[in-house]
Each structure stands twice: as structure tokens, then as C-alpha cells.
């Protein structure tokens, strides 16, 4: 059987981590990749890290799809390209099914009392929560309900959902809408063998986010000098480190559906070992 595994936001950074940490994790054999993200040349780069992560036993089919998931008008559509062929040539084939929500934007840095225009807030509202949100229910709705296929569906998160952090308000409030979203979801669905929901923050991770927020003269003044000393100190977490726990515990299923979980709440083993009891929201 085959494992499928779609990854927005797979062009770079934690989303090209997690694709690649997928390949590399023991036991899946036989594994389905669908890398989403806007720049199809880094798509391709990422691509060709994943071949070359895949060991001699090892079946990936790894396809690449540029889109770009804030435009509403065109989503649905360029979602169904991606799904449907796979449920016409692997139907029976999936014995389950993985969402990594990834994809997302920082929005307006800055006081609350100076966002930008309602348009340029519009353009964040339609990738950080809109799509986000239709594209986690399509998913289930589409390999859970009518193909009974076991999913899980990971929300990146952060702090920032659960935490406010000045002249970060777009992005705590985009961050905390889709969580909140994710956790009703799992409530609703508690009841199915079918689904579990993670909210998954990452941690301050070495990005190019991460990278322009120590650049920013509109980030709150403690904000920058702590991204300004990581950045110095070489003290942020790497993708890959953040992508590992991830994938691991993904894979282990440790953990209660809806539950948000940090980078800092796993050690290096208990992302395999971590108790289903247990519930950090």
C-alpha cells in the first residue's frame, strides 16, 4: 500500500524540509508526494533533494504543482487537478492519506493603528486562513468521506496562534483563526477512526521569514533583537531538525486529535513515543 503525502508551501524552507524528512523517515516504502507551491523552479529543486534523499528499496513518485493558493477564484479547480487524477489511477491504493498545511505569509508588520490598505489585509486573509481552511476540509471530505481513507491533516501553527506579539497582529490573528478552525474540525470528527487533526508549531526556525523579521524597522523592538541575536548566535532551529519531530511524530500517531504541540514540547525520541493521553493546547 501506498502513503500519500501533499505539502503546500514545498518550494523552500520547513515546507521543502518535511517533504525530504517524508523520503528519508523508516517504514514507508511505497510513498505519493505532492509538492504545492507558488515558485515552480524551486518546486523542481525541491524535487530533485527528495530523489536523491529515497534509499535503493524505496518507491517515490514525487510531482510538482506551481499554484498559487491565494487565488480563490481559481483554487478549486486547481485542487481538483491535483486530487482527482490521483484518485482515478490509485483508487484502492492509499492506505492513508497526509495534509501538511504549510503554505502561508507574514502580512503587515507593523502597530495595529497603521495597517495597510483593506485589499493588501484581503490578499493575507485569502492565503493565511481562507485557503487554508478550504483546502484542509477538501481534503478530508475527498479521501476521508468518500474514499474511507485514514487521514491526517498537520496546520502549521506557531506561538503567535495561542500567544500576541506586538506589531505581529496579522499574523497571530491569521495563525489563531486557523487553529481554532483545525481544533473544531477535530471536535466534530472525534467520533471517526478516519482523522486526526495537528496543529504543529515549528519553533523559531532559520527561514527567510525569520531573516526578514531581523531586517524589519517596523518589527516591535524586543521581536527584533531577539531575531537579530539568533540570527548572530546561529541559535535558531534548522528546518530540518523541526521537520523531523514533525514527521515522526505524524507517522507514530502519539497524539490526541486537535492537540497543538511545539517544536520545544518534544525531545529527540518522544516524538515517537509520546503519550496519546496527553494534550498541550
Same mark, same amino acid.
Given at each position: 500500500m501506498t502513503? %500519500?503525502?501533499?505539502?503546500t $508551501?514545498a518550494?523552500?524552507? !520547513?515546507?521543502?524540509?518535511?517533504a525530504?524528512e517524508?523520503?528519508?523517515? $523508516?517504514g514507508l516504502r ?6 504545492i507551491?507558488? *515558485?515552480?523552479?524551486?518546486l ?5 533533494l527528495v ?6 528499496d524505496?518507491t517515490?513518485n514525487?510531482?510538482?504543482?506551481s499554484i498559487? %493558493? &491565494?487565488?480563490?477564484?481559481?483554487? #478549486?479547480?486547481?485542487? +481538483?487537478n491535483?486530487f +482527482?487524477?490521483l !484518485?482515478?489511477?490509485?483508487?484502492g491504493l492509499?492506505?492513508? @492519506?497526509?495534509?501538511i498545511n *504549510?503554505a502561508?505569509s507574514?502580512?503587515h508588520?507593523?502597530?495595529?493603528s497603521?495597517l495597510p490598505?483593506?485589499?493588501t /489585509?484581503k490578499?493575507?486573509?485569502? %492565503? ?7 483546502? &484542509?476540509s477538501?481534503f478530508?471530505?475527498?479521501f $476521508?468521506?468518500?474514499q474511507?481513507i485514514?487521514c491526517?491533516i498537520?496546520n502549521?501553527s506557531s506561538?503567535? @496562534?495561542i500567544s500576541?506579539?506586538?506589531t505581529?497582529?496579522m499574523y497571530?490573528a491569521g495563525?489563531?483563526?486557523? #487553529?481554532?478552525w483545525?481544533k473544531?474540525l ?12 495537528l496543529?504543529?508549531a515549528?519553533? @523559531?526556525?532559520?527561514?527567510?521569514m525569520t531573516?526578514?523579521l531581523? &531586517?524589519s524597522?517596523?518589527l516591535?523592538?524586543d /521581536?527584533s533583537s531577539?531575531y537579530?541575536?539568533?540570527l548572530?548566535d546561529?541559535?535558531?532551529i534548522?528546518? +530540518?531538525?523541526t @521537520?523531523?519531530?514533525l514527521v *515522526?511524530?505524524?507517522l507514530?500517531?502519539r497524539y490526541k486529535?486537535g492537540d497543538h504541540i511545539d517544536?520545544?514540547? %518534544?525531545t529527540?525520541?518522544?516524538?515517537n513515543?509520546?503519550s496519546s493521553n496527553?494534550?498541550? &493546547?
Amino acid at each position: 500500500m501506498t502513503v %500519500l503525502v501533499v505539502v503546500t $508551501g514545498a518550494s523552500r524552507g !520547513i515546507g521543502r524540509s518535511i517533504a525530504i524528512e517524508f523520503v528519508k523517515a $523508516g517504514g514507508l516504502r511505497n510513498l505519493e508526494l505532492c509538492l504545492i507551491g507558488r *515558485n515552480r523552479v524551486d518546486l523542481l529543486q525541491t524535487k530533485e533533494l527528495v530523489e536523491k534523499c529515497k534509499s535503493k528499496d524505496q518507491t517515490v513518485n514525487s510531482a510538482t504543482f506551481s499554484i498559487d %493558493l &491565494s487565488d480563490l477564484e481559481n483554487l #478549486e479547480t486547481n485542487i +481538483h487537478n491535483v486530487f +482527482h487524477p490521483l !484518485i482515478r489511477t490509485q483508487k484502492g491504493l492509499f492506505s492513508r @492519506a497526509i495534509l501538511i498545511n *504549510n503554505a502561508g505569509s507574514l502580512g503587515h508588520v507593523g502597530v495595529s493603528s497603521c495597517l495597510p490598505s483593506p485589499v493588501t /489585509l484581503k490578499e493575507s486573509v485569502d %492565503l493565511n486562513f481562507t485557503s487554508a481552511v478550504w483546502l &484542509s476540509s477538501y481534503f478530508y471530505r475527498l479521501f $476521508g468521506y468518500e474514499q474511507k481513507i485514514k487521514c491526517s491533516i498537520v496546520n502549521i501553527s506557531s506561538l503567535c @496562534a495561542i500567544s500576541p506579539f506586538k506589531t505581529m497582529a496579522m499574523y497571530c490573528a491569521g495563525k489563531s483563526a486557523r #487553529e481554532m478552525w483545525h481544533k473544531i474540525l477535530a471536535l466534530e470528527e472525534e467520533d471517526t477512526t478516519l482523522l486526526k487533526v495537528l496543529n504543529y508549531a515549528p519553533g @523559531a526556525v532559520d527561514t527567510d521569514m525569520t531573516k526578514f523579521l531581523g &531586517s524589519s524597522n517596523t518589527l516591535d523592538g524586543d /521581536l527584533s533583537s531577539f531575531y537579530k541575536q539568533s540570527l548572530l548566535d546561529s541559535t535558531l532551529i534548522q528546518s +530540518h531538525d523541526t @521537520a523531523r519531530k514533525l514527521v *515522526n511524530l505524524v507517522l507514530s500517531d502519539r497524539y490526541k486529535s486537535g492537540d497543538h504541540i511545539d517544536y520545544w514540547d %518534544l525531545t529527540d525520541d518522544n516524538s515517537n513515543n509520546r503519550s496519546s493521553n496527553n494534550n498541550n &493546547s
